[in-house]
């Protein structure tokens, strides 16, 4: 049985390393890049989770307050960007990975109750 994953294929680490550097150099380079990825997150959350904008505003208010940049930037990534969400999603660990899912729940009836 063939090997599954990054291992099978040696540069791939390497590409997924250069996109996520690519993703994040874009958003820096677009100015403010952690008010920028909070717009994003928010017309993601309006857009895909279907929340209210005044939720969306406050869940984007409070992951911008608690996660690295990568977390964000996979956040704030719609469905349509399956590619960029797997090498961002290589790039976190497991608990990471696990702390922005746990997000999106919690966070969202956190917003809806105020």
Same mark, same amino acid.
């Given at each position: 049985?063939?090997?599954?994953?990054?291992?099978?294929?040696?540069?791939?680490?390497? %590409?997924?390393?250069?996109?996520i550097a690519v993703l994040l &150099?874009?958003? @820096? +380079?677009?100015?403010?890049?952690? =008010?920028?990825?909070?717009?994003?997150?928010?017309?993601?959350?309006?857009?895909?989770?279907?929340?209210?904008?005044?939720?969306?505003?406050?869940v984007a208010g409070q992951a911008?307050? %608690?996660?690295?940049?990568?977390?964000?930037?996979?956040? &704030?990534?719609? @469905? +349509?960007?399956?590619?960029?969400? =797997?090498?961002?999603?290589?790039?976190?660990?497991?608990?990471?990975?696990?702390?922005?899912?746990?997000?999106?729940?919690?966070?969202?009836?956190?917003?809806?109750?105020?």
């Amino acid at each position: 049985m063939p090997e599954r994953g990054w291992r099978r294929f040696p540069g791939s680490r390497v %590409r997924s390393s250069a996109a996520i550097a690519v993703l994040l &150099a874009g958003c @820096a +380079g677009a100015g403010g890049a952690r =008010a920028d990825v909070g717009r994003d997150i928010a017309r993601t959350c309006e857009a895909e989770w279907f929340l209210p904008r005044p939720v969306c505003v406050c869940v984007a208010g409070q992951a911008v307050g %608690r996660f690295n940049e990568v977390q964000l930037q996979w956040l &704030a990534l719609g @469905a +349509g960007h399956p590619a960029e969400a =797997a090498a961002l999603a290589k790039a976190m660990s497991v608990a990471e990975a696990q702390a922005v899912t746990r997000f999106i729940v919690d966070a969202s009836h956190q917003c809806e109750a105020t």
